[in-house]
């Protein structure tokens, strides 16, 4: 391959190992976006500290200065409450000279010359409405009020303590029902002018006092319903203003909280008035609402944009001075790559980095002509026939090397430039779709029939194709002649099929054996399914009776109860028939008494009875997983096995933790294998004995186990068999009833379903102890039916 070719190769290499999905930016552009971030991140630091830092400044210069309006706002009103308290007191003085047929005229007429006043009336000492001052539309009906008794007015009461004279901020009119702002003055005589306002008007005025650039504020009562708004149309206030104002109360002055309407955060003060019980809430805009926030961020962007202009002016002109001599070093690196090779002496730049780039890029292009060379030389001398071929056209040769052309009688210069079907190397010349499957299924192994130039064909094994490293259209292709391993392959298949038929005849004997051996072992797992089986039914029976014999005494002293009752009855219906007498009624009412005191105590027993056994019952014959305390399942097992051993000297004691013990496992399984230990120890270890005991205690064990031991004082296990008492057909003794599968199936119940362990400890003449250790959640297995 020449120089030329090798470098383009190179060269294509280095644009496919890029990623198609990044985009790549030239140096120039790299240092403008270098400069360019640097500027303006330190700018957007610097203005994002400022903001940071005057955003709450404003904020607070705000909250002072609102604090300020809304107290001035208050003084302003506590003013104007006493400019009306004058004129109200001077009208009362001046009410007193007015003879009583004209004190309506004389109040009507005030009424109209004061913008502020709504009514004025005349109160006696009785408090009852002696004469109204009215506007003109409801003078009408002043004869209709006259009169009435306004004693219980809170606005007289609050008259009533003591003082000279009360306001009251929600005055219910008694004129027209609607609340209203009143002040009660007591005049010298016991009697008492009362003048009605409206909210409104009376903050307005203290309002305007204030100038048109106040802040904007609400009036609301001491329930936080708003009686004024100063500035009308606004958004009305938030539904938490009186938990707000309980804030705002309870924090410091100046650091009430903000308020949050329609999305929107506000900075607000408030200010109270004592008389009327009024809260005065000021509001101004916060964030960038406010108007110096919204500026201060305005300007800081317009700046930060002048940064960005001049730092994208100075970053041009710094990226082309950085690249200009860089243009100069990849027109010498593209030059090398292309192999015109000697290059020329490189200019000289102030950049130390590019002076040592450009004698890289000499260093480099000496190097890839020696490799040029040492490759061609590993590619003649390889000892399989290889040939480098171009992916179009047919697979064209563009070079083989001279194990190519012994193999295939070619000379080199015979073969380069033409395909392998120009040559006849086909007895089928492949279709190009069948050549691009091949080329696009990558490396493999090929099998197929070539021929020589001489005509002779060879069968060989075809390697490839390898794509060439840096050429997007060349690969390399090695074959082998592999006849004379063919040869050797047929005479080790024909010794390997023998081989076989021995191994099949030995193969069908085994698997003779195996069956044989597969039903004998089936015929011996039926075999003590059923004896398991019969264990279980028999202990089933055994406690059945012994329920039933458990049920028969209390269920016959409810029958005698209930018997006793039905003649306590007919007494009382004879003692009827002749004259019923209060003995009598007595009597019926001690029998009915003592008979359902018996009755009911009796039933009560048979069903818990009932209840334990149903509870036993229910977890022994089903296989169903559930939460359960260890107390409770041991308590119910017990108490179903108790009346089994009715008759007997035999007893059975539980000491269980009553809570602490809960087990997520099975139930039933566990109950089976309790059952069936208490049964082998009275059958077995109480056998010939005038007492015994069966003791069942418990407790947790290791994190995430509990115990269980089933304890008696019998007879206890021989030393010989104590070690194969878990094995079936062991446990039983000779000429007694059962299989010897009770321990079996339970140690097999503890350890495949419940997940824990049963053990066994005894010494002769000393009773046996076996113990379960569980985890308190069993394993998630598939429960056997």
């Not at 698997?511 to 399914?529: K, P, V």
């Not at 007879?715 to 009770?742: H, K, Q, S, V």
Request: hydrophobic fraction near 45%; charge should be neutral; include cysteine.
């Amino acid at each position: 391959m020449s120089t030329a070719r090798l470098s383009k190769g190179a060269r294509t290499a280095g644009q496919a190992g890029r990623p198609l999905n990044v985009h790549i930016w030239g140096l120039a552009n790299h240092v403008r976006g270098l400069l360019l971030v640097a500027m303006l991140s330190s700018f957007a630091l610097a203005c994002g500290a400022l903001v940071l830092h005057r955003i709450p400044l404003i904020e607070q210069q705000d909250r002072a200065a609102l604090q300020r309006e809304v107290d001035a706002m208050g003084e302003r009103l506590a003013l104007q409450q006493q400019a009306v308290q004058g004129r109200v007191g001077q009208l009362a003085r001046l009410l007193a000279r007015v003879p009583a047929e004209a004190a309506d005229g004389w109040l009507d007429a005030r009424v109209d010359d004061d913008a502020l006043l709504l009514a004025l009336y005349h109160l006696g000492p009785d408090d009852r409405v002696q004469a109204l001052g009215l506007p003109p539309a409801l003078r009408a009906g002043r004869d209709a009020w006259r009169g009435r008794d306004l004693a219980r007015s809170p606005l007289l009461q609050a008259l009533a303590a003591g003082a000279g004279l009360a306001w009251d901020g929600r005055h219910p009119s008694p004129i027209t029902g609607e609340p209203r702002v009143a002040l009660a003055l007591r005049d010298a005589q016991g009697g008492v002018l009362v003048a009605e306002m409206q909210a409104g008007a009376l903050v307005r005025g203290a309002a305007l006092a204030g100038g048109t650039d106040a802040s904007p504020a609400w009036v609301v009562d001491p329930a936080g319903e708003l009686l004024v708004d100063t500035r009308p149309g606004a958004a009305p206030p938030p539904r938490d203003l009186s938990a707000w104002r309980a804030a705002a109360r309870a924090a410091q002055r100046g650091a009430a909280p903000s308020l949050r309407m329609d999305g929107q955060r506000w900075q607000a003060a408030m200010a109270e008035s004592a008389t009327l019980g009024w809260t005065i809430v000021g509001r101004v805009p916060a964030g960038l609402d406010n108007l110096q926030v919204r500026r201060l961020v305005v300007y800081n962007g317009l700046a930060l944009l002048a940064s960005l202009l001049a730092g994208l002016a100075l970053a041009s002109w710094w990226a082309w001075r950085m690249a200009r001599p860089l243009h100069d070093t990849v027109a010498r690196a593209r030059r090398a790559m292309a192999g015109d090779l000697p290059l020329p002496a490189a200019r000289r730049s102030s950049v130390v980095e590019f002076n040592q780039l450009a004698h890289a890029l000499e260093t480099m292009a000496l190097a890839l002509h020696a490799r040029e060379l040492q490759w061609k030389s590993i590619f003649h001398a390889a000892p399989l026939a290889m040939g480098l071929s171009y992916t179009r056209q047919g697979m064209r040769l563009l070079d083989v090397n001279e194990a190519w052309c012994r193999e295939y009688g070619f000379t080199a210069e015979q073969a380069i430039g033409r395909s392998p079907v120009q040559l006849g190397m086909f007895a089928q010349p492949p279709t190009p779709e069948a050549m691009d499957r091949v080329i696009a299924a990558g490396p493999t192994r090929t099998r197929l029939r070539l021929r020589r130039r001489d005509g002779q064909e060879l069968q060989v094994v075809m390697f490839g194709p390898h794509p060439v490293p840096g050429a997007e259209r060349e690969v390399i292709w090695a074959s082998m002649d592999i006849g004379p391993l063919r040869q050797a392959e047929q005479t080790v298949r024909d010794l390997n099929q023998q081989l076989e038929q021995r191994v099949a005849q030995r193969t069908e004997a085994l698997a003779a054996s195996n069956a044989a051996l597969a039903r004998t072992a089936e015929q011996l797992h039926r075999a003590q399914d059923e004896l398991v089986r019969a264990e279980k039914m028999a202990g089933l029976g055994a406690l059945v009776a012994g329920i039933a014999h458990e049920l028969h005494t209390p269920l016959g002293n409810g029958l005698l109860a209930v018997g006793s009752l039905a003649g306590v009855l007919e007494r009382f219906a004879q003692a009827t028939a002749a004259g019923l007498r209060r003995a009598d009624l007595q009597d019926l009412l001690a029998g009915l008494e003592q008979g359902t005191e018996i009755a009911v105590r009796s039933l009560r027993r048979a069903a818990d009875l009932v209840q334990n056994f149903k509870q036993v019952a229910v977890d022994q014959t089903s296989a169903q997983r559930r939460r359960f305390e260890l107390h409770d399942l041991v308590r119910d097992m017990a108490a179903s096995l108790r009346p089994g051993l009715a008759g007997t000297p035999y007893t059975i004691e539980v000491d269980v933790p009553a809570t602490g013990l809960q087990l997520d496992s099975y139930p039933g399984a566990l109950g089976q294998a309790l059952g069936q230990l208490v049964h082998n120890a009275v059958q077995h270890g109480f056998d010939g004995r005038d007492h015994g005991c069966v003791r069942i205690t418990g407790g947790p064990g290791a994190p995430g186990q509990v115990w269980l031991r089933v304890a008696d004082d019998g007879r206890g296990i021989a030393a010989g068999r104590l070690a194969r008492i878990f094995e079936p057909f062991i446990g039983g003794a000779p000429g007694r009833n059962g299989t010897g599968l009770g321990l079996y199936a339970s140690a097999n119940a503890v350890a495949t379903l419940l997940g824990g362990s049963l053990t066994a400890d005894s010494t002769e003449g000393q009773g046996s102890c076996f113990e379960l250790r569980l985890p308190t959640e069993a394993p998630h297995a598939e429960p056997p039916t």
